[in-house]
């Protein structure tokens, strides 16, 4: 929105001078006395026009037109960077356009009539969450919450499995807890099984429940024990997801692929499209004619499939439904493996640019800088809830997305416990609510905000660097959309507190007289919807009061 101008008057500039439609990049000089907005196109150009950059950079400002109240000066700075100060006019007007959007601000029409799903968290029920999966579930989250807020139908959905080995060691881990809950203390635990305390705790509900009726060792009995397991683990996965405010729409079972005969059409259309071989028993994919390094295994010898097998089918279910973007989220030990998954269905004939993969890092604790790996309570290894318990939901979701996606997160539980705005939650919302505070007070004195914003009356540099940054927020959106990183979106808002801060302890709001005092007021209540909706699309409260 406050680049748009620039960009607009600079694309018709080069079209002047014969320069076809490009992409400009601009940006804000740390320097503001250099400027408010800053092109390094000239010199982008240099070697194409086989010209200086300052040279160039003449030719541009030589042939811009533009408001000559929005824009005061335009000059050349360095190697041939094109500098531009902005006057008060555009930044009143911008101020204003912002203000039209009200409590919307940040919603975009960019989407509408597009269809998107994202599918995250995906784990198992065979256990409890542990730090990996709520990474995966907050930053899936907060990507949906993106698509949302440019206006595409957004469907959220959990993938899982619940048949195969492991849910069979998960049957038969509870069956063992089981026996030796009930006496038998040397009753064999599976050399695969579940180990953890959730397994014990399973074992004495059934217990408590049935007593010893499930005592002999059958077929029933343990497809019992793991339809049982299996609903208790969902029971907790769904539950610890709530506290962290991540909901899913569907919840999509890959044994319906089997049962649909998914698995077997997509055996017979691979085998149709000369896409498989047989060797040794088994069935493979021919993924070295499809621009992979070596060809993998779809079914076993012993004729059970591979994890790819049901993967491909799987995607291919999403694009039967329709949808124009498929955002996967995976960690990092998917990397090597997501891209035999898209080449089979690119060989297939669908368009793989649908789809997109984001891979992300895994989470260190650490603690006064020394790692920690066992939770104080209960003596294990830190379960999901055990770190909500700790630090709360909304530090959790936000020190999940402060890094780069690819970044191996370190999480400062030092960091994390303060209350203070040493954290950067309790920063931004103390921002928002110290701006609540203004208009609770307001109330008390009898002023509301008037139908007239008065913004024409704002002329401090600090007020401008604050409209300049909320003006920033669309674009912050759809650049997290883009590149699929919801860090941006914490980048930024701690910027904007930062800049809000500074305006709130330079220039007095309610100890000024209307018209002035107005035009602060309509400048702090739009800073506190930007604040909010980005807190919102993190998943995370604004709180009125601290």
Same mark, same amino acid.
């Given at each position: 929105?406050?680049?748009?101008?620039?960009?607009?008057?600079?694309?018709?500039?080069?079209?002047?001078?014969?320069?076809?439609?490009?992409?400009?990049?601009?940006?804000?000089?740390?320097?503001?006395?250099?400027?408010?907005?800053?092109?390094? $196109?000239?010199?982008? +150009? /240099?070697?194409?026009? %086989? *010209?200086?950059?300052?040279?160039?950079?003449? &030719?541009?400002?030589? @042939?811009?037109?533009?408001?000559?109240?929005?824009?005061?000066?335009?000059?050349?700075?360095?190697?041939?960077?094109?500098?531009?100060?902005?006057?008060?006019?555009?930044?009143?007007?911008?101020?204003?356009?912002?203000?039209?959007?009200?409590?919307?601000?940040?919603?975009?029409?960019?989407?509408?009539?597009?269809?998107?799903?994202?599918?995250?968290?995906?784990?198992?029920?065979?256990?409890?969450?542990?730090?990996?999966?709520?990474?995966?579930?907050? $930053?899936?989250?907060? +990507? /949906?919450?993106?698509? %949302? *807020?440019?206006?595409?139908?957004?469907?959220? &959905?959990?993938?899982? @499995?619940?048949?195969?080995?492991?849910?069979?060691?998960?049957?038969?881990?509870?069956?063992?807890?089981?026996?030796?809950?009930?006496?038998?203390?040397?009753?064999?635990?599976?050399?695969?099984?579940?180990?953890?305390?959730?397994?014990?705790?399973?074992?004495?509900?059934?217990?408590?429940?049935?007593?010893?009726?499930?005592?002999?060792?059958?077929?029933?009995?343990?497809?019992?024990?793991?339809?049982?397991?299996?609903?208790?683990?969902?029971?907790? $996965?769904?539950?610890? +997801?709530?506290?962290?405010?991540?909901?899913?729409?569907?919840?999509?079972?890959?044994?319906?692929?089997?049962?649909?005969?998914?698995?077997?059409?997509?055996?017979?259309?691979?085998?149709?499209?000369?896409?498989?071989?047989?060797?040794?028993?088994?069935?493979?994919?021919?993924?070295?004619?499809?621009?992979?390094?070596?060809?993998?295994?779809?079914?076993?010898?012993?004729?059970?499939?591979?994890?790819?097998?049901?993967?491909?089918?799987?995607?291919?279910?999403?694009?039967?439904?329709?949808?124009?973007?498929?955002?996967?989220?995976?960690?990092?030990?998917? $990397?090597?493996?997501?891209?035999?998954?898209?080449?089979?269905?690119?060989?297939?004939?669908?368009?793989?640019?649908?789809?997109?993969?984001?891979?992300?890092?895994?989470?260190?604790?650490?603690?006064?800088?020394?790692?920690?790996?066992?939770?104080?309570?209960?003596?294990?290894?830190?379960?999901?809830?055990?770190?909500?318990?700790?630090?709360?939901?909304?530090?959790?979701?936000?020190?999940?997305?402060?890094?780069?996606?690819?970044?191996?997160?370190?999480?400062?539980?030092?960091?994390?416990?303060?209350?203070?705005?040493?954290?950067?939650?309790?920063?931004?919302?103390?921002?928002?609510?110290?701006?609540?505070?203004?208009?609770?007070?307001?109330?008390?004195?009898?002023?509301?905000?008037?139908?007239?914003?008065?913004?024409?009356?704002?002329?401090?540099?600090?007020?401008?660097?604050?409209?300049?940054?909320?003006?920033?927020?669309?674009?912050?959106?759809?650049?997290?959309?883009?590149?699929?990183?919801?860090?941006?979106?914490?980048?930024?808002?701690?910027?904007?507190?930062?800049?809000?801060?500074?305006?709130?302890?330079?220039?007095?709001?309610?100890?000024?007289?209307?018209?002035?005092?107005?035009?602060?007021?309509?400048?702090?209540?739009?800073?506190?919807?930007?604040?909010?909706?980005?807190?919102?699309?993190?998943?995370?409260?604004?709180?009125?009061?601290?």
């Amino acid at each position: 929105m406050f680049k748009n101008y620039i960009l607009d008057i600079l694309q018709k500039s080069l079209s002047k001078i014969g320069i076809e439609q490009r992409e400009i990049i601009i940006e804000y000089p740390k320097n503001s006395d250099f400027g408010d907005i800053s092109t390094n $196109i000239a010199m982008q +150009l /240099a070697r194409e026009l %086989k *010209k200086s950059p300052r040279a160039i950079a003449q &030719e541009i400002i030589d @042939n811009l037109e533009y408001d000559a109240n929005f824009i005061t000066a335009v000059n050349i700075a360095g190697a041939g960077f094109i500098n531009f100060k902005l006057g008060k006019s555009y930044f009143h007007f911008i101020c204003e356009n912002i203000a039209g959007f009200g409590e919307n601000f940040g919603s975009s029409d960019f989407g509408i009539g597009k269809k998107a799903q994202i599918e995250y968290v995906s784990a198992n029920p065979t256990g409890l969450l542990h730090l990996g999966h709520g990474r995966n579930a907050v $930053i899936g989250d907060t +990507l /949906a919450n993106i698509y %949302k *807020k440019l206006g595409f139908t957004t469907d959220r &959905e959990y993938y899982f @499995n619940n048949a195969g080995n492991q849910m069979r060691n998960l049957a038969r881990s509870i069956f063992a807890r089981y026996h030796q809950l009930l006496g038998e203390s040397d009753y064999p635990f599976p050399e695969d099984g579940y180990h953890g305390d959730y397994i014990i705790e399973i074992a004495q509900e059934l217990i408590d429940l049935y007593g010893n009726k499930f005592a002999e060792d059958n077929t029933e009995n343990l497809a019992f024990f793991q339809k049982y397991g299996e609903e208790w683990n969902f029971k907790r $996965i769904k539950s610890t +997801l709530e506290r962290l405010n991540v909901f899913q729409d569907t919840y999509y079972n890959e044994n319906t692929l089997y049962e649909s005969g998914k698995i077997e059409q997509l055996l017979n259309e691979l085998k149709e499209n000369n896409l498989v071989y047989e060797l040794d028993n088994a069935l493979w994919l021919k993924l070295s004619q499809m621009g992979m390094e070596e060809d993998r295994v779809a079914v076993k010898s012993s004729g059970e499939p591979t994890y790819r097998l049901p993967d491909i089918a799987y995607h291919i279910e999403k694009f039967k439904r329709g949808y124009d973007e498929m955002v996967d989220i995976f960690g990092s030990d998917h $990397i090597a493996t997501y891209p035999d998954v898209l080449a089979v269905l690119k060989a297939l004939g669908y368009d793989v640019n649908k789809v997109k993969v984001v891979i992300y890092q895994f989470i260190t604790l650490v603690e006064n800088g020394e790692q920690v790996k066992m939770s104080k309570r209960s003596g294990k290894s830190y379960t999901l809830d055990e770190l909500i318990d700790e630090v709360g939901s909304d530090v959790v979701r936000y020190f999940f997305l402060m890094r780069g996606v690819n970044t191996h997160l370190e999480f400062d539980l030092g960091l994390a416990k303060e209350q203070s705005e040493k954290n950067p939650v309790f920063y931004l919302q103390y921002a928002h609510a110290r701006i609540c505070s203004i208009f609770q007070k307001a109330k008390e004195e009898g002023i509301y905000l008037s139908q007239n914003h008065y913004i024409t009356e704002l002329s401090e540099q600090i007020e401008f660097d604050l409209i300049k940054k909320i003006a920033d927020f669309p674009e912050i959106i759809f650049e997290s959309y883009k590149t699929l990183e919801p860090h941006i979106i914490c980048d930024y808002l701690y910027d904007l507190a930062g800049i809000f801060h500074q305006f709130y302890h330079n220039c007095r709001i309610l100890q000024e007289s209307d018209p002035l005092r107005q035009a602060r007021l309509h400048l702090a209540n739009t800073t506190r919807i930007t604040l909010k909706n980005g807190l919102q699309i993190l998943g995370i409260s604004a709180p009125e009061k601290m």
